[in-house]
């Protein structure tokens, strides 16, 4: 038996901070304002980029302003909304939408089960349903670098803040690249439209843990191999694959090395 097995459960709220960082805080408004000057950094501007991108492919592909504006504000998944749009400029039916748009978020799901739990028992209720919707890949991995420094009961105002000045950054930067297309050239809104992943992964390898590392190296090397193969199960495949691996390393190899798994 492993020695991890005699271990007792440990709330992820519960896990103690380092020095100081406890007192990072003087209260929730503290935290919320705190949040929302972080996003207003490079989260902000990377993501409103993006969104400029966004709303200049669909005025490109000639798709309806009120729609290509609306999917910014109420799904607010870059991914998603140009999965939706391609759909949408080929005619497909709305099952099929609907379908291709649900399995690009799916990632949402271990997002969420990995940043949610650390934040303070009190504030895991029903109204996170709310809050989810400022859940994205920037505020993401924003927050999952800073939450080791934030005490538990300020993390969910800290989250709130940098994913609300993002969330409404959405929308007028997808309106600008609506009526700035035609007037830059179409491989640089395709291109701004990557900008946000790539912020994205250069915050995410931030992250302490080696297995994030590990699985953003195994991307970048398998990606291109499976898109030869197979472009339309590339994305999917690579995930699945360069994330197994990165987990059975670090669960047989870097955690028993360190003592933690016996």
Not at 75 to 89: K, R
Not at 154 to 162: A, D, P, V
Not at 172 to 196: E, K, M, R, S
Request: charged share 15%; proline share 5%; aromatic share 10%.
């Amino acid at each position: 038996m492993s020695s991890s097995e005699n271990l007792p459960y440990l709330d992820p709220s519960e896990i103690p901070l380092e020095g100081s960082a406890a007192q990072r805080f003087k209260s929730r408004s503290d935290a919320f304002w705190s949040g929302i000057r972080d996003a207003a950094g490079a989260p902000a501007v990377v993501l409103f980029a993006g969104m400029v991108g966004f709303g200049a492919m669909g005025r490109t592909n000639g798709i309806d302003g009120w729609f290509t504006a609306l999917s910014s504000l109420l799904m607010f998944a870059l991914p998603g909304q140009v999965v939706l749009l391609e759909m949408v400029i080929t005619g497909s039916s709305v099952l099929a939408i609907a379908l291709a748009v649900t399995l690009t978020s799916t990632r949402f799901v271990t997002m969420t089960v990995t940043l949610f739990p650390q934040l303070h028992e009190k504030d895991r209720n029903p109204s996170l349903y709310a809050h989810v919707h400022l859940l994205a890949m920037t505020a993401w991995a924003v927050s999952m670098k800073e939450f080791a420094s934030i005490e538990s009961k300020h993390r969910l105002s800290y989250f709130i803040g940098l994913g609300l000045l993002c969330w409404l950054i959405s929308l007028p930067g997808t309106i600008l690249g609506y009526f700035l297309a035609g007037l830059v050239p179409a491989a640089v809104t395709l291109g701004l439209v990557f900008i946000n992943p790539l912020f994205f992964l250069l915050t995410f390898t931030e992250v302490k843990p080696w297995v994030n590392r590990i699985a953003i190296a195994l991307g970048c090397v398998l990606g291109p191999i499976f898109t030869v193969l197979d472009r339309d199960t590339s994305l999917l495949t690579t995930g699945l694959i360069a994330g197994t691996v990165a987990y059975l390393v670090d669960r047989k190899l870097l955690r028993k090395k360190a003592g933690v798994i016996g």
